[in-house]
């Protein structure tokens, strides 16, 4: 399991946000990405996970490695906690549901429907999400957000789990994970340059309005 | 496949899923018309074909938007488009979990609405027939359609008037072959047409609605 970004470049709504971005990450290994709101930390992370294509350089790693996770859990609410895992388990082809449910302390919850959880535990259940696929390769945006200290000490430990047995994790996070053995790359020297005022150069409507 | 299949299906019948909204615009129009243009036997018969077909097109249009938009809305399609099963074969399972919640009721439920209409008895069967062979072309075509639109907001209204002329060799060729079974003429060109428009864009749409919804998702 080997990701190697080298060069990258990504865009926001067809504007540049980041570029010249390198780095490498390796099975049992965990990356931190850092750096103010709007650098692109998102943009980044959804380019990785293939979800939108790079605008300049190469992403490399084995094909289907990645699990992503972002804001939105993709829970389904009249779904119950062990039926959403479930689901998500048959699409992956794995039989992980019930460690999955045990490692994020779900398993009083297991007949709940989605839509009867609180914030955090939604969250617990869409990190559960991460376990079930068996991928190597974890793809996080902001995975502790609405998590008490308690849970985010559990996600810590899923995720030192996770690379103890080879697998790697790629995360945006503004919360300090107590993950020592965590990389931090902060993003701002890789902030696209845009000229004062260059709007895309694409756009048909540039100075209409002037 | 299955799966995605399965979860559509329960989360349609669950609770604010929506299946009988369909079914129910369906049948408030085979109600109401008959009230609307007077109880005349010989005008309903004559109008009955057509007004079965509007009717099951509009009840099919009311729910394309759902197709995507929730799945959009709660992250799903995101995960969907990274999980290993392909986006040409999510936009499949999703038009045929679209077909079996709205276009299947709607087909079994037809012959009792074609009593109400006046139907000629020699119109049943192919009123059956050609809403089962009719019908899974709608939801494909819808889901094309939802494919487009995913992540507008409110994109109801685009998502109507991109659909529609889309469903109208369908909506001819289909009240034609009920038609002209009710008069007892040949109805073997319709039904081909029908036929052949449904095994088009059953195999080439789901490749442009993936291709749309990956666009989409940028």
């Known amino acids: 399991m080997d990701l190697t970004v080298t060069n990258l470049a990504c865009a926001r709504g067809g504007v540049t946000v980041l570029e010249r971005v390198s780095f490498g990450l390796s099975g049992g290994a965990a990356l931190i990405l850092r750096g103010p709101n709007g650098i692109g930390k998102t943009t980044l992370l959804r380019t990785v996970a293939g979800l939108q294509p790079a605008v300049a350089g190469e992403i490399s790693m084995p094909p289907e490695?990645?699990?992503?996770?972002?804001?939105?859990?993709?829970?389904?609410?009249?779904?119950?906690?062990?039926?959403?895992?479930?689901?998500?388990?048959?699409?992956?082809?794995?039989?992980?549901?019930?460690?999955?449910?045990?490692?994020?302390?779900?398993?009083?919850?297991a007949d709940r429907q989605a839509q009867n959880l609180s914030a955090g535990q939604k969250r617990r259940l869409g990190l559960a999400r991460l376990l079930v696929t068996g991928r190597p390769l974890w793809v996080l945006d902001e995975p502790t957000v609405s998590l008490d200290a308690a849970s985010v000490a559990l996600f810590a430990e899923a995720v030192r789990a996770h690379l103890a047995e080879g697998g790697a994790a790629l995360m945006a996070t503004h919360i300090d994970l107590g993950l020592a053995e965590a990389e931090v790359l902060d993003l701002a020297p890789y902030r696209a340059e845009t000229p004062a005022g260059a709007e895309p150069a694409d756009d048909p409507f540039a100075g209409v309005t002037a | 496949m299955i799966a995605l299949l399965l979860r559509d299906l329960r989360l349609a019948l669950r609770a604010g899923g929506g299946f009988g909204l369909g079914l129910a615009f369906f049948l408030l129009v085979a109600v109401l018309v008959p009230l609307g243009v007077g109880p005349e036997p010989a005008t309903l018969a004559k109008i009955a074909p057509g007004i079965l077909w509007v009717g099951a097109l509009l009840a099919c249009l009311l729910s394309l938007d759902r197709i995507f938009a929730l799945d959009h809305e709660d992250g799903s399609l995101d995960l969907l488009a990274t999980a290993p099963i392909p986006l040409e074969g999510v936009v499949a399972v999703k038009a045929c979990a679209h077909w079996i919640v709205t276009g299947l009721p709607l087909t079994l439920v037809s012959p009792l609405l074609g009593l109400l209409m006046n139907l000629p008895a020699e119109g049943y069967p192919l009123l059956l027939a050609s809403l089962a062979i009719g019908t899974p072309a709608l939801s494909v075509i819808g889901t094309?359609?939802?494919?487009?639109?995913v992540g507008l907001k409110r994109g109801g209204l685009l998502l109507s008037l991109l659909v529609l002329p889309l469903y109208v060799p369908t909506l001819v060729f289909g009240a034609e072959a009920v038609r002209r079974g009710a008069l007892g003429m040949?109805?073997?060109?319709?039904?081909?047409?029908l036929g052949g428009i449904t095994a088009g864009v059953a195999a080439l749409l789901p490749f442009a609605s993936a291709a749309a919804v990956r666009i989409n998702l940028r």
């Open chain 1, 65 to 109: 490695a990645v699990a992503y996770a972002a804001h939105a859990d993709g829970l389904k609410a009249t779904l119950t906690v062990a039926e959403n895992l479930a689901f998500w388990a048959a699409i992956y082809g794995t039989d992980r549901a019930p460690h999955a449910i045990q490692r994020m302390n779900l398993a009083a919850l």
């Open chain 2, 144 to 149: 094309f359609g939802a494919a487009l639109t």
């Open chain 2, 186 to 193: 040949d109805v073997a060109t319709p039904f081909l047409l």
